[in-house]
């Protein structure tokens, strides 16, 4: 992604108009539109608004994909890859009766099995699945030996571009929100509402990264190598963008195809038991460059 950041950016500032239309990534809309190279659409869009995709949306949403905020109502972007961080996980080995047997009698609840189920994972839960699936090579996994070492979750927490800053919004914020309803908060780091408690959000951060595989210590952790870990078969359960899912479940592209099952990313438990989660929200927009308008 970084790469074809810098072709673009290096194409747009060049003054030499290669590019009518690109997919921007949601994050480069404040830099681009700030140098004059995005098109507002506000016309275009007024004058037809089922051209721009904008029917089928619910209301205020619809423009919420367009704009460049919430409080600056021009129209900038077309929708093209909506994006929402879910869980992967493997239906295989959280459905095998002897896993489900054992599970239960080291944490005292049942280990879910179900997309239902497992969309009532909390950050604690989440920590125990990644610790009880970290097996070495030549344990038992699901009734099979290991020929490698497997490990219990994967998540996003690289150093380059927004690997770390995506998935701890989404934790911080589901650990210690302000109120009882879901939250979206759209990568990077920019959602509503505020940490009821900042410190315990800040705890939330690390959630159970000694599960993971160790080129989390890289600094590498990014979601191509999330996404590459879990279709080789190394990872019991990988928060993930949608727009990977079709790898996942392709015999083509993972060794995992028949076995991928798919569940909302953890939550937080209140009081009353409801969950209440904060959801990393993303996607790539069509723009049009100021190019176009010149020719």
Avoid at 128 to 155: S, V
Avoid at 200 to 219: F, H, N
């Amino acid at each position: 992604m970084a790469d074809y950041y810098n072709r673009l950016a290096a194409s747009l500032t060049s003054g030499e108009k290669k590019y009518q239309m690109a997919v921007s990534d949601s994050q480069w809309l404040g830099a681009f539109i700030q140098g004059g190279y995005y098109l507002k659409i506000n016309k275009f869009i007024d004058a037809d608004p089922g051209a721009g995709g904008l029917q089928g949306h619910a209301p205020g949403r619809g423009r919420r994909l367009f704009e460049l905020s919430l409080q600056v109502e021009e129209l900038l972007r077309l929708p093209a890859v909506p994006d929402v961080i879910i869980s992967y996980y493997r239906k295989d080995i959280f459905c095998n009766a002897d896993e489900q047997k054992n599970f239960q009698a080291k944490y005292g609840y049942k280990l879910p099995c179900t997309p239902e189920e497992m969309d009532n994972t909390d950050w604690k839960m989440f920590g125990d699945y990644g610790e009880f699936f970290q097996r070495k090579a030549g344990d038992k996994l699901a009734g099979e030996t290991l020929t490698d070492d497997f490990y219990g979750i994967a998540y996003q927490a690289g150093k380059d571009y927004d690997s770390r800053r995506c998935r701890s919004t989404a934790s911080s914020g589901s650990m210690a929100p302000t109120s009882g309803r879901d939250q979206g908060a759209r990568c990077p780091c920019r959602g509503r509402g505020q940490l009821a408690d900042r410190r315990q959000g800040v705890r939330s951060l690390p959630v159970a990264a000694e599960y993971m595989p160790p080129v989390v210590k890289t600094g590498t952790m990014d979601i191509f190598k999330t996404d590459e870990l879990f279709r080789e078969g190394k990872v019991a359960v990988n928060l993930e963008w949608v727009g990977f899912a079709e790898s996942s479940i392709n015999p083509k592209t993972s060794k995992v195809a028949d076995k991928v099952a798919f569940a909302m990313m953890p939550g937080l438990k209140g009081a009353d038991g409801k969950m209440i989660r904060w959801s990393n929200i993303g996607g790539q927009p069509f723009i049009i460059t100021t190019g176009t308008a010149t020719r």
